[in-house]
């Protein structure tokens, strides 16, 4: 038998994220849903949703964090988050690779922004490309590349420091600048060979 209000709370949940998506172009988690409606518990937003699955209003997929879908929306396309890029000094990663190959979580992203392309996502941390409108705590879009034109935002790997960072590039005589978007930040210098471009920001998604 249904609870009263029951109804009310899942037409709630399902304009919370549908909302959510429209505001930040991917999935609420429980939790977020949980704060963004005022309900009491995690096991209470779980009901909702597995409702809303079974009435085929939405989509999960388990194995995924973040992987609820609308199944009126067919015109996203999901992006994998592979984890953390410093916009700021350069931070070490434990392996020989930038990031892992597996995704932390998908992100649902419109079509319009993809244009068909394989991108990852990466989020920001630092200050350092605050002046391009990307803050601590943002998301960006990447395009796997290995080159790059002076002016790209790119994500290049130090291989002698082993450590990765979101900069502009600059090719000049027998060197590199990597150059932050901060006017209190001094830009950085390389060798060519020391200098390996892994991928050009296609778009920002910023954190409310």
Known sequence: MRQPGQSKTRERVYSYIRRFFRERGYAPTVRDILKGC?????AVVQHHLNVLE??????RDPAV???IQLTDRRDTTGV??????????PIPVPTAETWGSH?????EIPEEITRGKQLYALRVKGLSMIDALIDDGDVVLMEPVDTAENGD???V??????EVTLKRFYAEEGKVCLRPAYQLMQPMYHDPE???VQGKVTAVIRTL
């Open 38 to 42: 005022s309900i009491s518990s995690t």
């Open 54 to 59: 079974r009435e085929g209003r939405i989509h």
């Open 65 to 67: 964090f973040r992987s």
């Open 80 to 89: 994998p988050l592979l984890g953390t890029i410093a916009a700021g000094e």
């Open 103 to 107: 995704s932390l979580e998908t992100l």
């Open 153 to 155: 935002m790119v994500a």
């Open 157 to 162: 790997w130090l291989k002698n420091e082993q």
């Open 194 to 196: 020391n200098v390996e």
